[in-house]
């Protein structure tokens, strides 16, 4: 009895050193992808990325860009806000060191019934503020009113203070450091300033300084 409970220990040390031994040996991969949608095909930043069942994993970066090392036969789990969870098993019969994957999330829109919001509680309450509401200036007024601040806006003679000219001096440098060693654009043959000059003619837009 004594030598047949020894053997059944030995046996089962036997079964968990070689448990544990395959677990050590267990084949990894390097998994590059990115997390795109599945409407639109754009990457899906900060996706998190997790082996399943463990707090092992990563996240995307802005661009939907993850890289991840995991063992065949693993399983993925992609979550992102606003998004389904999806799963992806690694299969355990690729050979390869490194492999590439490109995975979808479809979006989670969550609908709720519609909400009517309105202003009093009761009908007599929005009866009695509808009948008793001051009614404001036509539209008419109000437009002969912005018209007149617009006439008195126009009125004033604005001059470009020491910034705006700062900024045009470098912007005139700009342009010639851009056109340098060719020749600068020649709007003489140019329809479209020909057209604007001729517009501003018939607006009376032209003024000639005396």
Do not use: C
Not at 117 to 129: C, D, M
């Amino acid at each position: 009895m004594r030598n047949k409970t020894i053997l059944l220990v030995l046996m089962a040390i036997s079964f968990a050193a070689t448990s544990l031994s395959a677990q050590h040996t267990k084949k990894i991969i390097q998994l590059t992808g990115i997390v795109i949608s599945k409407d639109s095909l754009q990457p899906v930043a900060f996706t998190n990325i997790l082996l399943k069942g463990t707090s092992r994993g990563t996240i995307s970066d802005f661009s939907g860009y993850f890289s991840l090392v995991v063992a065949l036969g693993d399983t993925l789990k992609f979550s992102s806000i606003g998004f389904k969870t999806e799963y992806y098993p690694i299969s355990d019969t690729l050979t390869q060191t490194s492999y590439s994957l490109i995975q979808t999330l479809g979006r989670d829109t969550v609908r709720i019934d519609p909400i009517h919001i309105t202003r009093w509680p009761s009908y007599e309450q929005f009866k009695f503020a509808f009948e008793n509401m001051a009614v404001p200036e036509g539209d008419m007024e109000n437009a002969k009113k912005n018209l007149k601040r617009m006439e008195v806006d126009n009125s004033v003679e604005y001059r470009a203070d020491a910034s705006l000219n700062y900024k045009w001096q470098q912007d005139q440098f700009k342009s010639k450091l851009y056109y340098a060693g060719q020749l600068p654009p020649n709007n003489l043959l140019n329809p479209i300033a020909w057209a604007k000059f001729i517009k501003a003619w018939r607006n009376g837009e032209l003024k000639i300084e005396r």
